[in-house]
């Protein structure tokens, strides 16, 4: 028997789903977010780095604070509040 994937990105085979040629443009990875604004964490399957985990996809957040190239983004995940560590290519200004 083969034994079963238990890694962070599994059953996200239609979650970081893109077509064929819908490509990033270069202005999502420059984006710049000011301390306060609310963002959706919205993933781009092409960049690995500071993908957030599948549980946080399509949540709203606010960004606390910049920690090197990344957001740290406070979200509420049931009754508790989380932070989380994104970079600016996966979140998406409301």
């Known amino acids: 028997m083969v034994q079963k994937s238990k890694g962070p990105r599994r059953r996200t085979r239609n979650l970081l789903r893109r077509k064929a040629r819908e490509k990033t443009p270069i202005t999502k990875y420059l984006q710049e977010f000011e301390m306060g604004s609310k963002v959706v964490i919205n993933p781009t399957p092409s960049s690995h780095k500071g993908m957030p985990f599948k549980r946080f996809f399509g949540k709203t957040g606010t960004i606390i604070d910049r920690r090197g190239k990344s957001y740290i983004v406070k979200i509420k995940n049931g009754k508790k509040e989380k932070e989380l ?10």
Do not use: D, M, T, V
């Not at 560590?85 to 409301?94: P, T």
């Open 85 to 94: 560590i994104a970079r600016s290519e996966h979140l998406k200004a409301i």
